[in-house]
């Protein structure tokens, strides 16, 4: 039996916002969901969903209105850096004036990692992404897929054990999506715990060990593909997801 | 043909490029053709009449920038007038007001000073109103020589009136490192207004500072007739505060007893009182 | 950021105006009657502060939003807690600053030997002074970024607080009258209001240094605890406030 806590242990999370003329928008309602060392969990979900808020809870970006969120069985105070992990928003561009190389460096100088490791550790990284060849052009000359691969080496930088992904494929071609999931299943492989979001179920399908479906700021469901299937009664996880939104939002 | 067709197919691929540089050459041509037929003519310029506090509040912190900026102002008004037309005047209130504001905000610029009493004198009466400028410089720069002189040498030069320039220019003398160039100047003044115990201090100077034999002589000489009308002044001053005006003649005081007798000349010219001016004086 | 900076067009574009500045000052000496010296001090000190402000509000302030806007900030406060990405920002922006105040006071210090003949070491206690001043504005612009305004209405805030910052003195002057004479509230407001902005006035040794004047030490030790109480005062309520935000 696993005795280890959850790398990442999210209980009754809640959010709101205060939208204009004193309207609360409910982004996130009792969240609650564990992701266990070794694993891949993909959280799915329309969008406003609350799937970003529930990552920016996560990173101490956002203060939960309750709830709490522990990294390995350690309860985790709001706007503190989260040891050992390594993020990638949504969106994210990187600084378009340093060359691929200085820009990790720069991570790495962040993360603490002395001068002497940091060249080494970076030339690493790059290899890992295939960017090694672009080392030495500047960011603003890379394509978008370039740009993600660049930011998920800095995901990496100081080796971490969790990762947290906010749409990692976003505005990626097919072949870089593809890339991207291969490379997420063989970081799984080398015991990496990675949680993401996503609102393309075929790639979800295809890499995460289980599943969750988020709609209207509530966990309908997580669990494995198959059990995920046979609860929602559906042949696929494209039925099954429209099933849980259509019932969410009746 | 080869050329000519090369040049024509060019002139297709770039038509676009070509057109706006037509056009471009045609604004230029009508900017010219403007220029031509309807030349600008100077007109007065719009002056802006600025306070102290609120170019202060302006410069941000610049006052010294701010003040050069002003100057220039000034000194651009000052000296275009030598080839502005003459309908163009120079404004002396605003130029001075500018000058005040000026050395407001700097008020160590001591050549807007300098340029208050030198350059901006463009009438007469505009030595009365570089005065109070030049009265500020001088409580600034309690040393300069040259800020008293130059509003002595206004007042002597413009409005004539000895008084107000011996005043400046004994100021001036008494200053360190003041130069003795300007003693004659100082003396005339000083003798026109009446003062000839600062005028005998004025050529005494004079005859220390040179080493011509026959200019001590002759500034020696000098001296003594300077002295001479200062005791004559001296007694009809006293024969004034008794009487209530000045007399008639130099007679009057020696009858009067204000005076033993008429002090004689070095160079045996007559002394006589000038009724006009109340002053001493002498003749042939 | 120095590197970044290197790289970024708008840099040349500050040392392109620096140079335009410089023929300025000098093209105005000219006109000067004879005291060049002071024509290209006083331009140059102006040109300085152009600079520092350009720096504080097109380097500093705007790094920072385009990093909010590029969600890259998520991943450097991901390693590094947000007091420190705030001096980060704070000293990288600062670094600048004081390279182009050196510049800039390096190229008036040539143009007023070369052009006038005269040497005004001056000059560079001119840009020590800007550089406090506009270290303390940039505090200010994060303080503004921290509360969550966008970028043009910071850059305004950051502008006007320049402004009335330099203004205060003259503020109180104005409002004495109004104070003896009439309302009372008014003038506490106004002294209220010129206590709490900052107060520039505290680094405008400018015409001291223009005239070669000495400066009382009591008075740069003043200025020097005012600038280093202010300037931390604001980047901890900045600390404070973005840590209870959510970014």
């Known amino acids: 039996m696993n005795t280890r806590p959850p790398v990442v242990e999210l209980k009754h999370l809640g959010k709101t916002y205060k939208g204009k003329k004193k309207n609360v928008v409910t982004a996130l309602k009792d969240l609650s969901f564990t992701v266990k060392q070794g694993e891949i969990v993909g959280l799915l979900g329309p969008n406003g969903a609350g799937k970003t808020t529930a990552i920016k809870l996560i990173m101490g970006f956002a203060v939960p209105d309750k709830g709490e969120i522990l990294f390995h069985g350690q309860r985790q105070k709001f706007a503190e850096p989260r040891p050992n992990t390594g993020y990638l928003p949504e969106s994210f561009k990187p600084n378009p004036h340093l060359t691929v190389r200085e820009y990790i460096l720069f991570h790495c100088g962040l993360s603490g990692i002395p001068k002497r490791l940091a060249k080494k550790e970076t030339d690493t990284l790059l290899g890992h992404v295939g960017m090694d060849i672009f080392a030495g052009r500047k960011i603003s000359d890379l394509s978008k897929g370039m740009g993600q691969r660049v930011g998920l080496a800095q995901a990496f930088v100081g080796d971490p054990d969790l990762l947290i992904l906010d749409e990692p494929t976003s505005g990626l071609d097919p072949v870089g999506r593809s890339e991207m999931i291969d490379f997420l299943i063989a970081q799984k492989q080398a015991g990496k715990t990675i949680f993401f979001c996503s609102h393309i179920l075929s790639e979800v399908e295809r890499v995460c060990d289980r599943i969750g479906i988020l709609v209207k700021g509530e966990l309908r469901l997580l669990d494995t593909r198959d059990v995920l299937l046979e609860k929602t009664d559906s042949k696929d996880l494209d039925e099954a997801f429209k099933k849980e939104v259509l019932c969410a939002q009746s | ?284 | 950021m120095l590197q970044e900076s290197f790289r970024s067009k708008l840099f040349w574009g500050i040392v392109l105006f620096l140079m335009l500045f410089f023929v300025f000052s000098v093209y105005i000496s000219f006109l000067s009657l004879d005291t060049p010296a002071r024509f290209i001090l006083n331009a140059g000190m102006a040109g300085l502060s152009l600079v520092c402000l350009a720096v504080t509000i097109l380097f500093g302030l705007f790094s920072m939003y385009e990093e909010k806007a590029r969600f890259e900030r998520y991943v450097i406060l991901n390693r590094i807690p947000r007091a420190a990405y705030l001096m980060g920002k704070f000293s990288g922006t600062v670094v600048i600053q004081a390279l182009f105040a050196v510049l800039t006071a390096a190229g008036i210090f040539f143009l007023t030997w070369y052009f006038a003949g005269e040497v005004h070491y001056g000059i560079f206690a001119a840009a020590f002074w800007a550089i406090l001043e506009f270290s303390l504005l940039m505090a200010v612009g994060i303080f503004f970024y921290c509360l969550g305004t966008s970028f043009p209405l910071n850059a305004m805030l950051v502008l006007a607080t320049y402004v009335v910052g330099h203004s205060t003195r003259e503020a109180m002057l104005s409002f004495v009258g109004l104070g003896q004479f009439g309302s009372q509230i008014h003038y506490y407001f106004v002294k209220v209001l010129c206590v709490v902005i900052p107060d520039f006035d505290f680094f405008n040794f400018r015409l001291a240094l223009i005239h070669s004047e000495p400066i009382a030490p009591g008075e740069i030790l003043i200025s020097m605890g005012y600038w280093a109480c202010y300037l931390a005062a604001v980047l901890i309520l900045s600390s404070v406030i973005l840590k209870q935000k959510d970014i």
């Open chain 2, 1 to 284: 043909m080869s050329l000519l067709s090369s040049i024509t197919n060019r002139l297709r691929d770039h038509r676009m490029l070509f057109l706006g540089l037509g056009f471009f050459g045609a604004a230029v041509c009508l900017g010219y053709a403007k220029l031509t037929l309807y030349p600008f003519f100077v007109r007065p310029e719009v002056k802006l009449v600025v306070d102290s506090r609120l170019s202060r509040t302006m410069a941000l912190d610049h006052q010294g920038f701010m003040a050069d900026m002003l100057f220039i102002q000034v000194s651009l008004h000052s000296g275009s007038l030598m080839w502005k037309p003459m309908y163009i005047d120079f404004d002396s209130k605003w130029a001075y007001h500018m000058m005040d504001v000026i050395t407001d905000l700097d008020p160590k610029f001591y050549t807007a000073y300098l340029f208050s009493a030198m350059g901006l004198l463009h009438y007469h009466e505009d030595v009365k109103l570089a005065a109070p400028i030049l009265e500020k410089g001088m409580a600034e720069f309690p040393d300069s020589w040259e800020l008293p002189f130059w509003a002595g040498y206004g007042y002597y030069n413009r409005l004539m009136d000895y008084d107000a320039a011996s005043k400046y220019f004994w100021e001036a003398y008494n200053k360190p490192d003041a130069p003795k160039q300007f003693l004659g100047l100082m003396l005339s003044a000083m003798q026109q207004s009446g003062s000839f115990d600062r005028a005998a201090i004025a050529m005494k100077a004079m005859m220390d500072s040179t080493d011509n034999l026959n200019l001590k002589t002759i500034y020696a000489k000098k001296l003594v007739r300077l002295k001479n009308l200062d005791i004559l002044m001296k007694a009809a001053t006293r024969y004034k505060e008794k009487t209530g005006d000045f007399p008639k003649t130099l007679e009057n005081l020696v009858t009067s007893g204000f005076l033993k007798q008429i002090p004689d000349d070095p160079e045996s010219m007559k002394y006589q009182w000038n009724r006009e001016k109340n002053l001493p004086g002498t003749v042939r």
